[in-house]
């Protein structure tokens, strides 16, 4: 009798051992929620706890890519607190999987930071809220210091909102080698991004200990190479990221990103206030969209009000490092993965992100590693 698709699955699966267990992902109850539809497209969930190494993660996938009959895998990875099986009737070659009621395994204390000296000066690129054009500060700074000369990769960990490879015209997955991811790399910067790794719809529903283990795994994992700098764009707000980031390495320094809103400079303000807490040293302000500039008659217009950069540098007695303009081509150039360093190095937008870029690249002495 011809195996279902579903016992193939099972059948390649069973191969893939449990780093810990030595069992099978199966029997160890880390893989769970198998669906298949007719078209041959299998939807599965692995169970990713503080002490497994997201490894398994694609070994389940190429196991369950590579059985006949498979058109298409995704693989929704979370943490064994927060599952909650779904309720379907299982396979009758198996059932369901549930979660027992046995007291849950201690939390592990914060780790000690590990230091990646290859990295060189590693920055967090934040801000306090979202929409004021922190990856595009990011992408483009990057970029302007790989122009200097500088040996520049930018890790996106901005993982509910991985814009990165769009910003810099990249999509394709990244291939490994000898257990190292390859980043890939465009406008003279290497990158990485878990928008690399997930299909483009699938939401990012995770909380600390999964977060840490993508920090963790991208520092880790990743064959980075020798560095001058090591950009992270974090996401925005005072979450998982900037507190698994801080954790995972030693973290040179922080750029928070603001508009001139009062809104965006109180959120920003706490972001500040966040690094400050922990110890990372904030290198100053970069107040993004702090005008328009008129295309016809060069009159700039303060759309979002004004002085809201400067004011909170002077709060928290930073540098106000930039004030870069709006203009129609920066946020063109962010959909076509064009920065305007390279699109337009002549506008107003690009010679401010070209000046913040100079400004780090001579404060490197100046940036503790």
């Known amino acids: 009798m011809t195996a279902t698709l579903q016992q193939r699955i099972a059948t390649a699966l069973g191969g893939v051992r449990h780093p810990r267990t030595g069992t ?12 298949v539809t ?31 009959g498979v058109a298409d895998v995704r693989v929704d990875v979370k943490d064994p607190k927060e599952f909650t099986p779904q309720a379907r009737p299982a396979p009758a070659a198996r059932k369901l999987p549930v979660m027992d009621d046995r007291p849950a395994a201690p939390r592990p204390s914060a780790p000690t930071p590990v230091a990646y000296p290859n ?28 122009q200097r000369g500088l040996r520049v990769w930018l890790m996106d960990a901005d993982i509910y ?36 790794l997930i299909e483009r719809d699938q939401p990012a529903i995770w909380r600390g200990p999964i977060v840490m283990k993508i920090v963790t795994q991208f520092l880790r994992d990743v064959q980075w190479g020798e560095l001058d700098f090591f950009l992270v764009d974090m996401p925005p707000g005072t979450g998982d990221a900037q507190l698994s980031l801080v954790q995972a390495t030693n973290v ?33 302000i970069v107040e993004n969209m702090s005008w328009f500039e008129c295309p016809h008659c ?6 979002f009000g004004s002085g809201g950069g400067k004011a909170l540098a002077d709060e928290l007695q930073l540098d106000l490092l930039a004030q870069i303009p709006m203009y129609p081509r920066v946020m063109e150039g962010g959909d076509d993965g064009r920065p305007i360093v390279v699109a337009d190095p ?3 937008a690009a010679r401010a992100l070209a000046s913040l870029a100079e400004q780090m690249a ?8």
């Not at 306090?128 to 790989?146: M, Q």
């Not at 990165?164 to 003279?188: F, N, Y």
């Not at 750029?255 to 110890?279: S, W």
């Not at 060069?298 to 759309?303: C, S």
């Open 346 to 348: 002549e506008s107003a």
């Open 119 to 146: 990295l060189g000066h590693v920055i967090a690129v934040s801000s306090g809220k979202g929409g004021v054009g922190k990856s595009t500060v990011a992408v483009n700074l990057a970029v302007a210091l790989a």
């Open 161 to 196: 909102g991985p814009n990165i490879p769009r910003m810099l015209g990249v999509s394709e997955p990244p291939k490994d080698e000898q257990e190292k991811i390859i980043p890939l790399e465009a406008h003279g910067i290497r990158m990485i991004s878990l928008g690399l």
């Open 298 to 303: 060069g009159k700039p217009t303060a759309l």
């Open 24 to 35: 099978s992902v199966l029997d160890a109850e880390m893989v769970r929620d198998i669906g």
């Open 362 to 369: 001579a404060n490197m002495g100046a940036v503790r590693r």
């Open 252 to 284: 040179s320094g922080a750029i928070i990103v603001t508009t001139p809103q009062q809104v965006a400079t109180g959120d920003a303000l706490r972001g500040a206030r966040m690094f400050q807490r922990v110890n990372v040293p904030v290198l100053g």
């Open 38 to 68: 007719l078209e041959g497209r299998v939807r599965l969930t692995v169970l990713l706890g503080p002490s497994d190494d997201a490894a398994i993660v694609r070994e389940v996938r190429r196991a369950v890519e590579g059985v006949d």
